[in-house]
């Protein structure tokens, strides 16, 4: 089955420090996403992305936040500036045609801010 | 904001038993999916539910949407080891809204 790959797979940053995940979301989906998960707590929506350009976001994708298609083919998340909440891991997910289809999502980032 | 309900938090079975975990709205949702999340692992896709009291299996999965289509159930019957995992409900209240998940219900089998 075809798979949404993530990179890296731990991330230890530095509190103040800019950090970007990627993503290789499934080739022939449209619509993308991004979602945090602190440690044995919920999965919680961060932002979705489709031609181009951000159709929904939650109250944590704050201006810190952004995210990029900057080809065709990788999808990033950047932390301008990160902070010890931001500690989680990221996942990303992709949809073949919006959210009313099945999320595929990727392994993960896990993010560590010291 | 809107959100969906889970319990139990957590279940201990034995290998053989039946599980069941529930998920709550206090409002009609349009949709309902359900996820698996085995340990160290990444949420995967089980089933959507759309219809009012729709019912629907996989194998020894029984999925459960409500009449109100305001709960929805996840059951399990004999469980087996592989069936560790964290179970999340993700719910949906409007077409083209994303999926809100449930805080989950963490499975142990024990053998």
């Known amino acids: 089955e075809p798979e949404v790959t993530q990179t890296p797979s731990h991330q230890v940053t530095q509190m103040g420090q800019e950090v970007i995940l990627r993503c290789v979301p499934i080739s022939n989906h449209l619509y993308f996403y991004w979602y945090r998960q602190i440690l044995g707590q919920k999965v919680e929506f961060l932002v979705s992305?489709?031609?181009?350009?951000?159709?929904?976001k939650s109250e944590i994708f704050d201006d810190q936040f952004s995210v990029e298609r900057p080809d065709g083919s990788n999808f990033t998340l950047k932390i301008r500036s990160t902070k010890l909440e931001d500690s989680a891991m990221y996942f990303c997910?992709?949809?073949?045609?919006?959210?009313?289809?099945?999320?595929?999502f990727g392994s993960g980032t896990q993010l560590s801010v010291l | 904001g809107q959100q969906v309900m889970q319990i139990p938090q957590y279940q201990h079975v034995q290998e053989g038993e039946d599980f069941t975990t529930y998920c709550n709205s206090s409002t009609t949702l349009s949709n309902i999916q359900w996820y698996k999340q085995r340990p160290g692992g990444h949420p995967v896709f089980l089933i959507q539910?759309?219809?009012?009291?729709e019912v629907k299996k996989q194998k020894r999965l029984t999925f459960q949407f409500g009449e109100a289509k305001k709960n929805s159930s996840l059951h399990i019957t004999a469980t087996q080891t592989t069936d560790v995992g964290t179970y999340f409900c993700?719910?949906?209240?409007?077409?083209?809204?994303?999926?809100?998940f449930g805080p989950g219900t963490r499975l142990s089998v024990l053998p």
């Open positions: 992305f489709y031609n181009n350009e951000i159709s929904e």
């Open positions: 993700a719910g949906r209240w409007n077409y083209g809204q994303n999926f809100v």
């Open positions: 539910l759309v219809k009012s009291g």
């Open positions: 997910a992709s949809t073949t045609n919006g959210p009313n289809e099945k999320l595929f």
